[in-house]
Nanobody, 127 residues
Framework: QLQLVESGGGLVQPGGSLRLSCAASGFTLDYYYTIGWFRQVPGKEREGVSCISSNDVGTSQIDSVKGRFTISRDNARNTVYLQMNSLKAEDTAVYYC???????????????????WGQGTQVTVSS
C-alpha cells in the first residue's frame, strides 16, 4: 500500500522554525516523483506552498513563503522535507505532502497534479 506520512508539525512562536518531513512507505520516493507541500485552514481551499520537480530540476513556491521555506529530498531516507523559517501567524495550517508518479521537469502547485497524499500535520504559529 502506497502511503505518505507527514511529521514535524507543532506549536512555534512567530519567527521560529520547523522542519516538516514526508516519509514514503510502500514505494521509493526517488527522483522520479514530483513532490508538493500544501496547506489548508478551516473553511478555505487547500493551497500549494512549495514543490520540487522530477530530478530536482526545479522548485516552485508561493510568494508568501519565498525566502523562508525550502523544499528538499533525501533519497537515502525516502523522505522529503519542508524547512520553514521565520514563521508567521498566517502560516498556521494543516500541512500535507503529495506525490505524483509522472515524470515532470517542472512542478505545479495545484492539487489535481498529485495522486498520493499524506494525512497532514498541524503547524500552529502563535505567541
Amino acid at each position: 500500500q502506497l502511503q505518505l506520512v507527514e511529521s514535524g508539525g507543532g506549536l512555534v512562536q512567530p519567527g521560529g522554525s520547523l522542519r516538516l518531513s514526508c516519509a514514503a512507505s510502500g514505494f521509493t520516493l526517488d527522483y522520479y516523483y514530483t513532490i508538493g507541500w500544501f496547506r489548508q485552514v478551516p473553511g478555505k481551499e487547500r493551497e500549494g506552498v512549495s514543490c520540487i520537480s522530477s530530478n530536482d530540476v526545479g522548485t516552485s513556491q508561493i510568494d508568501s513563503v519565498k525566502g523562508r521555506f525550502t523544499i528538499s529530498r533525501d533519497n537515502a531516507r525516502n523522505t522529503v522535507y519542508l524547512q520553514m523559517n521565520s514563521l508567521k501567524a498566517e502560516d498556521t495550517a494543516v500541512y500535507y505532502c503529495a506525490a505524483s508518479p509522472r515524470f515532470q521537469l517542472s512542478c505545479l502547485l495545484v492539487t489535481t497534479a498529485y495522486d498520493y497524499w499524506g494525512q497532514g500535520t498541524q503547524v500552529t504559529v502563535s505567541s
